[in-house]
């Protein structure tokens, strides 16, 4: 038996620390360990709850904007505010662009260079780099010359010793793409660097900038006016129909191809990483209001034990559903570590009790994480694009089974093969053609919103907090690009008095909950081969297939701007 450490994680968002027990060449156990503080509960209690989405925001870099969007939404659940079609419609595109271009970076910079081994791009063969990448894509720089000034940067890099790509496994047996694909693989990646920065100008757009747009309680910061220099005008609107169809293009002629290419070198993939046999979304894109769930595009439920013939209703607001618990993380609750809370009842107090570094395993450790543990119905699920691809699939949404349909068709595989490290990257893949689909569909109701001058983008009934019941509660949901995301919020005499996020990560991150049962991440890696102990790619593939995300760590300032305070280990 050995025990292989994978810490810090790298290509992720935040601290993660991953151990697994090999034996026999196979892992048969796994810990998964979030090595970081957030806090921003303990920041939000007593402040206005209208300016929540700005703090809350700032939990993550790279998701950027969607925590706004499930705070505004939590703020005006509980206060029954109804926000226009046209705020809507205008959300639902910051949305998709964001899962656009969320999942391009995920798949070329978090993710490929686990699969594509950059030193042998330099014994690739830029002509016939050229003509396989031309057979399958109409990209204009699919050309011999173009890859072969990309292998002479590859060249020069791999002089200067690769900088930070100095570490990765390059050689590794478990590596099968030949020589040019993985030069296209290189080639894109750099393209992609490129084309992910245009994209985000449709949230400078209608939020003001990125990262961190802005948002608001009871619609969208923005007003529309075609012939306004300083409202949305005829020239920004033509700008978002220029970068919208430039995504269109780079997810169609780059990024699906690349995908599927790769997919079909690693089908042996479709047999590792599984996990989790339950998936849970909480659905996206409000085709009718946010509060008609049944018209989302993406639907709202839980699938258990993989049985695609049936799709549980889902009610966040239960108190009975959805439960977060600590028995295995360093806090502490007043009912006992082994309680499960409802969000609305939710509490943060940490209690550290783990090893001080450097240790060599958590393995001992009651303890071992500062991610708390959520179930539904004590159920550990996985959430995230592969998740709301199966609750859609199973729900009978026709655009994603079709779409569902094609792509395995193209690898040739089953529907079980879903259900895999293999099936979870292809399924991201998926989710970013369906928001590339359903963003043109918002952009161009938009605009005949705007024709017709159907431009509000405010309701401001109940804005005021003298028109507030003194107590209230929400709760604010979304579809991360990560997967199910939701703020709970209570109010009381117009201040924040308890709120809790439940982040994806924390879901699929999560350490054992008081029954043991493994999360998502933990369970995922059960069954794994790893081939070189030393270089655990294998590890690697499946924890990346979930795009980890775990947020910033806390630091606190005055409102000079001093450092106070930081939470460390020591």
Same mark, same amino acid.
């Given at each position: 038996?050995?025990?292989?450490?994978?810490?810090?994680?790298?290509?992720?968002?935040?601290?993660?620390?991953?151990?697994?027990?090999?034996?026999?060449?196979?892992?048969?156990?796994?810990?998964?360990?979030?090595?970081?503080v957030r806090g921003l509960?303990?920041?939000?209690?007593?402040?206005?709850?209208?300016? @929540?989405?700005?703090?809350?925001?700032?939990?993550?870099?790279?998701?950027?904007?969607?925590?706004?969007?499930?705070?505004?939404?939590?703020?005006?659940?509980?206060?029954?505010? @109804?926000?226009?079609?046209?705020?809507?419609?205008?959300?639902?595109?910051?949305?998709?662009?964001?899962?656009?271009?969320?999942?391009?970076?995920?798949?070329?910079?978090?993710?490929?260079?686990?699969?594509?081994?950059?030193?042998?791009?330099?014994?690739?063969?830029?002509?016939?780099?050229?003509?396989?990448?031309?057979?399958?894509?109409?990209?204009?720089?699919?050309?011999?010359?173009?890859?072969?000034?990309?292998?002479?940067?590859?060249?020069?890099?791999?002089?200067?010793?690769?900088?930070?790509?100095?570490?990765?496994?390059?050689?590794?047996?478990?590596?099968?793409?030949?020589?040019?694909?993985?030069?296209?693989?290189?080639?894109?990646?750099?393209?992609?660097?490129?084309?992910?920065?245009?994209?985000?100008?449709?949230?400078?757009?209608?939020?003001?900038?990125?990262?961190?747009?802005?948002?608001?309680?009871?619609?969208?910061?923005?007003?529309?006016?075609?012939?306004?220099?300083?409202?949305?005008?005829?020239?920004?609107?033509?700008?978002?129909?220029?970068?919208?169809?430039?995504?269109?293009?780079?997810?169609?002629?780059?990024?699906?191809?690349?995908?599927?290419?790769?997919?079909?070198?690693?089908?042996?993939?479709?047999?590792?990483?599984?996990?989790?046999?339950?998936?849970?979304?909480?659905?996206?894109?409000?085709?009718?209001?946010?509060?008609?769930?049944?018209?989302?595009?993406?639907?709202?439920?839980?699938?258990?034990?993989?049985?695609?013939?049936?799709?549980?209703?889902?009610?966040?607001?239960?108190?009975?559903?959805?439960?977060?618990?600590?028995?295995?993380?360093?806090?502490?609750?007043?009912?006992?570590?082994?309680?499960?809370?409802?969000?609305?009842?939710?509490?943060?107090?940490?209690?550290?009790?783990?090893?001080?570094?450097?240790?060599?395993?958590? @393995?001992?450790?009651?303890?071992?994480?500062?991610?708390?543990?959520?179930?539904?119905?004590?159920?550990p699920m996985e959430v995230?694009?592969?998740?709301?691809?199966?609750?859609?699939?199973?729900?009978?949404?026709?655009?994603?089974?079709?779409?569902?349909?094609?792509?395995?068709?193209?690898?040739?595989?089953?529907?079980?093969?879903?259900?895999?490290?293999?099936?979870?990257?292809?399924?991201?893949?998926?989710?970013?053609?369906?928001?590339?689909?359903?963003?043109?569909?918002?952009?161009?109701?938009?605009m005949e919103r705007v024709?017709?001058?159907?431009?509000?983008?405010?309701?401001?009934?109940?804005?005021?907090?003298?028109?507030?019941?003194?107590?209230?509660?929400?709760?604010?949901?979304?579809?991360?690009?990560?997967?199910?995301? @939701?703020?709970?919020?209570?109010?009381?005499?117009?201040?924040?008095?308890?709120?809790?996020?439940?982040?994806?990560?924390?879901?699929?991150?999560?350490?054992?909950?008081?029954?043991?049962?493994?999360?998502?991440?933990?369970?995922?890696?059960?069954?794994?081969?790893?081939?070189?102990?030393?270089?655990?790619?294998?590890?690697?593939?499946?924890?990346?297939?979930?795009?980890?995300?775990?947020?910033?760590?806390?630091?606190?300032?005055?409102?000079?701007?001093?450092?106070?305070?930081?939470?460390?280990?020591?």
């Open positions: 038996m050995a025990r292989v450490v994978v810490d810090p994680v790298t290509r992720i968002e935040g601290h993660l620390r991953i151990e697994a027990v090999v034996e026999n060449g196979v892992i048969t156990d796994a810990y998964s360990a979030g090595t970081m509960e303990k920041i939000l209690i007593g402040r206005d709850p209208r300016d @929540a989405w700005a703090i809350t925001e700032r939990v993550c870099g790279v998701c950027t904007g969607i925590h706004a969007l499930a705070s505004v939404r939590a703020v005006e659940d509980a206060l029954g505010i @109804a926000v226009p079609p046209t705020a809507e419609l205008i959300r639902n595109i910051m949305t998709g662009v964001l899962n656009v271009q969320d999942h391009v970076v995920h798949f070329y910079h978090l993710h490929a260079l686990d699969w594509v081994d950059i030193i042998s791009a330099l014994k690739a063969d830029p002509k016939k780099a050229a003509e396989l990448a031309s057979s399958y894509s109409k990209w204009d720089k699919n050309t011999a010359s173009y890859f072969s000034a990309v292998q002479d940067k590859i060249k020069a890099f791999a002089a200067s010793g690769l900088g930070i790509f100095a570490n990765g496994y390059w050689g590794h047996p478990a590596y099968k793409l030949p020589p040019e694909v993985n030069l296209i693989g290189v080639a894109h990646y750099l393209d992609a660097l490129e084309w992910q920065k245009e994209i985000v100008k449709v949230h400078a757009v209608f939020g003001g900038k990125n990262p961190h747009p802005n948002y608001l309680v009871g619609g969208v910061p923005c007003s529309i006016n075609t012939d306004e220099v300083s409202a949305i005008n005829s020239e920004r609107l033509n700008l978002v129909a220029r970068l919208i169809a430039q995504a269109d293009e780079f997810i169609n002629e780059v990024y699906i191809p690349d995908l599927l290419t790769i997919a079909s070198f690693y089908k042996d993939w479709a047999n590792y990483g599984g996990g989790l046999k339950n998936y849970l979304a909480y659905g996206e894109y409000p085709t009718r209001g946010y509060g008609q769930p049944e018209s989302f595009k993406y639907a709202r439920g839980a699938v258990l034990n993989r049985d695609l013939s049936t799709v549980h209703p889902v009610n966040p607001r239960d108190t009975q559903e959805i439960k977060e618990y600590i028995a295995h993380s360093w806090y502490s609750y007043e009912g006992g570590d082994n309680t499960g809370l409802h969000p609305w009842a939710g509490e943060t107090k940490l209690n550290y009790t783990g090893p001080k570094p450097p240790f060599e395993t958590l @393995a001992g450790y009651e303890k071992y994480s500062f991610l708390k543990t959520p179930r539904w119905k004590e159920n995230g694009p592969l998740a709301r691809i199966i609750v859609s699939y199973a729900a009978g949404h026709a655009d994603v089974k079709e779409l569902v349909g094609q792509t395995l068709g193209k690898l040739n595989v089953p529907v079980g093969a879903l259900f895999s490290t293999l099936g979870r990257t292809a399924a991201r893949g998926i989710d970013a053609q369906l928001a590339m689909t359903w963003l043109k569909e918002f952009f161009g109701q938009l024709k017709i001058h159907e431009v509000s983008t405010f309701n401001g009934e109940r804005w005021e907090p003298k028109s507030w019941p003194a107590d209230a509660e929400g709760v604010g949901l979304a579809e991360a690009p990560r997967g199910a995301l @939701a703020h709970y919020i209570k109010i009381h005499n117009g201040k924040i008095d308890n709120y809790q996020l439940v982040v994806p990560t924390t879901w699929n991150g999560s350490p054992r909950d008081v029954k043991l049962q493994r999360s998502a991440f933990e369970e995922s890696l059960i069954g794994t081969p790893v081939a070189k102990l030393e270089e655990p790619v294998e590890i690697l593939r499946t924890i990346h297939s979930f795009d980890p995300c775990l947020a910033c760590s806390v630091h606190l300032y005055d409102p000079q701007g001093r450092h106070l305070h930081q939470v460390s280990f020591e």
